[in-house]
């Protein structure tokens, strides 16, 4: 692991970041959002959403990172969702029409599908942090509870329970990377980091530049998740142990707290470049040396076109459009340029465009 290619020395840390999805990558910028997802026919669909801003919570410390934790774990799923939804819709003949449940065609019925993708998303969010607390929580220590019979130390307890988390974590994560769908989802994640890394250090987002660079990144939300854990383990460790009950409790509650602590040290993490940052980040980057893999020319370029997006000009809207390659617009699904783009493609495709007045006065000149 070269500490250099990771905290590059002269570069100038930014705030953008990004998640990768189903075929693609969301960015997160100054002022929006971009989802870019490669269609099976090459082309790049692009959605464009402001960003909705909360500065208040963002000057308390550990409550910005609690605040910050579960808007990205809602943002996340519904943008996993959202890439899934527009690679189902380029292939209909490869999608199963599945019935909609009695309740599913209720909330479509009075709410819309905007209602219904709100209610899946948010039923998505609670069962996941459902069976995390329960794989990564709760299980580890009702196992090591076993082991009170034989061991007194309650630091020993404490810290058998938390090595066991995160051994089920990177085991977990091990699991699936195995699977081919989450192979093209890490390799996206490497495109991401390869590409902010461009960015940050101010040369032209090309492919090409973009490949020079390591798929690890030091402010990485893998890194994070370690951060999570090991945080959980020392805090933990102070709580001493109670009977089943208790821990439980105990451990739920504290979730915000870990998520706060944890966000506060990824942050300072982006910023130095320090022994010690450079020490407390290894756990996070090897876990990345699992969830990143190389991506190939045509993920650099979904990862670009997402990054320019939310470089553009444009004022953040609600937008959807499609892309080629390099990011020249080929066509607007919706957004406020969309009747705009549509005309001024009419004029330059050379199509005519006169109005039946003029036409009938063309006519007669004509004849004449």
């Given at each position: 692991?070269?500490?250099?290619?990771?905290?590059?020395?002269d570069c100038s840390?930014?705030?953008?970041?990004?998640?990768?999805?189903?075929?693609?990558?969301?960015?997160?910028?100054?002022?929006?959002?971009?989802?870019?997802?490669?269609?099976?026919?090459?082309?790049?669909?692009?959605?464009?959403?402001?960003?909705?801003?909360?500065?208040?919570?963002?000057?308390?410390?550990?409550?910005?990172?609690?605040?910050?934790?579960?808007?990205?774990?809602?943002?996340?799923?519904?943008?996993?969702?959202?890439?899934?939804?527009?690679?189902?819709?380029?292939?209909?003949?490869?999608?199963?029409?599945?019935?909609?449940?009695?309740?599913?065609?209720?909330?479509?019925?009075?709410?819309?599908?905007?209602?219904?993708?709100?209610?899946?998303?948010?039923?998505?969010?609670?069962?996941?942090?459902?069976?995390?607390?329960?794989?990564?929580?709760?299980?580890?220590?009702?196992?090591?509870?076993?082991?009170?019979?034989?061991?007194?130390?309650?630091?020993?307890?404490?810290?058998?329970?938390?090595?066991?988390?995160?051994?089920?974590?990177?085991?977990?994560?091990?699991?699936?990377?195995?699977?081919?769908?989450?192979?093209?989802?890490?390799?996206?994640?490497?495109?991401?980091?390869?590409?902010?890394?461009?960015?940050?250090?101010?040369?032209?987002?090309?492919?090409?530049?973009?490949?020079?660079?390591?798929?690890?990144?030091?402010?990485?939300?893998?890194?994070?998740?370690?951060?999570?854990?090991?945080?959980?383990?020392?805090?933990?460790?102070?709580?001493?142990?109670?009977?089943?009950?208790?821990?439980?409790?105990?451990?739920?509650?504290?979730?915000?707290?870990?998520?706060?602590?944890?966000?506060?040290?990824?942050?300072?993490?982006?910023?130095s470049d320090s022994?010690?940052?450079?020490?407390?980040?290894?756990?996070?980057?090897?876990?990345?040396?699992?969830?990143?893999?190389?991506?190939?020319?045509?993920?650099?370029?979904?990862?670009?076109?997402?990054?320019?997006?939310?470089?553009?000009?444009?004022?953040?809207?609600?937008?959807?459009?499609?892309?080629?390659?390099?990011?020249?617009?080929?066509?607007?699904?919706?957004?406020?340029?969309?009747?705009?783009?549509?005309?001024?493609?009419?004029?330059?495709?050379?199509?005519?465009?006169?109005?039946?007045?003029?036409k009938e006065t063309?006519?007669?000149?004509?004849?004449?």
């Open positions: 692991m070269d500490f250099d290619k990771i905290f590059i020395k840390p930014t705030k953008m970041g990004g998640q990768a999805v189903m075929e693609g990558i969301m960015m997160r910028g100054a002022d929006r959002t971009a989802i870019a997802v490669r269609l099976p026919d090459g082309r790049i669909n692009v959605k464009e959403t402001p960003l909705k801003f909360s500065n208040k919570w963002m000057k308390f410390p550990i409550i910005r990172g609690v605040v910050t934790f579960f808007d990205s774990l809602v943002t996340g799923t519904g943008t996993l969702m959202y890439s899934a939804e527009v690679l189902e819709a380029a292939m209909p003949e490869e999608a199963e029409e599945a019935e909609p449940s009695r309740l599913e065609s209720w909330i479509m019925e009075k709410y819309g599908e905007k209602g219904l993708f709100n209610f899946l998303l948010y039923v998505s969010v609670i069962f996941s942090l459902v069976f995390a607390i329960a794989v990564f929580v709760l299980l580890p220590t009702g196992v090591v509870g076993l082991a009170k019979k034989v061991i007194d130390n309650v630091i020993v307890l404490n810290l058998i329970e938390g090595v066991l988390r995160i051994a089920m974590f990177v085991g977990y994560i091990a699991l699936i990377s195995m699977m081919k769908d989450i192979k093209r989802v890490f390799e996206y994640h490497g495109a991401e980091h390869q590409t902010i890394h461009c960015y940050e250090n101010g040369l032209e987002l090309k492919p090409e530049n973009a490949a020079r660079f390591e798929r690890l990144h030091p402010r990485c939300g893998t890194s994070f998740l370690m951060f999570v854990m090991i945080i959980s383990l020392l805090l933990f460790s102070f709580l001493g142990w109670p009977n089943l009950f208790w821990r439980i409790v105990s451990r739920i509650l504290l979730i915000p707290v870990v998520a706060g602590l944890s966000y506060e040290v990824l942050r300072w993490a982006g910023k022994t010690i940052v450079k020490i407390l980040s290894v756990p996070g980057l090897l876990m990345q040396e699992i969830t990143t893999r190389t991506p190939d020319e045509s993920q650099l370029e979904v990862a670009i076109v997402a990054v320019n997006a939310c470089l553009s000009d444009l004022e953040p809207a609600e937008r959807i459009y499609i892309t080629d390659s390099e990011g020249n617009k080929l066509e607007y699904v919706s957004g406020p340029e969309k009747d705009e783009f549509e005309r001024s493609a009419v004029v330059g495709s050379g199509e005519e465009t006169a109005t039946p007045e003029e063309d006519k007669g000149a004509d004849a004449e």
